[in-house]
């Protein structure tokens, strides 16, 4: 089965994901600088989410470059993938309008792991559909990022409820960091071509 398909739908609703949580910035309610910063927790919260998508849509673009073939296990973990982002704007928007409050923090972080979780199998789903020699199965097999992501997403959730809601955020900052950088096996194969 072709993954090109796979690939334009997920770029569109990342898209669209995008575009319903920039809509979701309200304007601020006076003309000044302090209304702009009255504002500023808000757009950081955004800009966090927008990062995150980004990374998400940048290593979802690697991993199926490497793929050959999806079939139709690979689809439903997509959808699952997609799934888990759609939420983004849901959370987004709450955890802006209460960004020290322990439900909101923990919905998203809920939603981070979800997410993480999804693309963690999305990858293995991958890996087993164009079997243990493929490129694919090269490049990804030791990428430890995902479980690493994946278990600070459940340390997060778990300080977060305990300890302060907002070590939910300042987690998923730090994983985020650590996907900035792309995966370098990736990335050193499309350098060799």
């Known amino acids: 089965m072709s ?6 739908f997920t770029d569109a609703v990342i898209a669209i994901v995008m575009t319903l949580m920039v809509l979701e910035l309200k304007i601020p309610v006076t003309d000044s600088w302090n209304g702009l910063l009255s504002q500023s927790h808000k757009l950081i919260i955004y800009l ?6 980004a990374i998400y849509w940048n290593n979802h673009h690697h991993m199926f470059q490497l793929a050959k073939t999806v079939n139709g296990s690979v689809l439903w973990l997509n959808n699952w993938f997609i799934f888990s982002i759609s939420l983004f704007p849901f959370a987004t928007s709450w955890l802006s309008e209460f960004p020290l409050s322990q439900a909101p923090e923990l919905t998203y972080g809920l939603i981070v792991f979800l997410a993480n979780l999804a693309y963690l199998f999305l990858a293995k789903g991958l890996i087993k559909n164009n079997g243990t020699d493929s490129l694919i199965a090269k490049r990804l097999k030791d ?11 459940l340390v997060a959730l778990l300080l977060g409820y305990l300890i302060a809601p907002i070590i939910v955020l300042i987690v998923n900052i730090v994983i985020l ?7 370098k096996k990736v990335e050193q194969h499309y350098q060799h071509l």
């Open 48 to 53: 966090i989410s927008f990062i995150n998508l």
């Open 143 to 153: 990428n430890r990022k995902p479980k690493i992501s994946v278990s600070l997403n």
């Open 177 to 183: 960091i650590m996907w900035v950088v792309p995966e």
């Open 3 to 8: 993954k090109t398909r796979v690939e334009a």
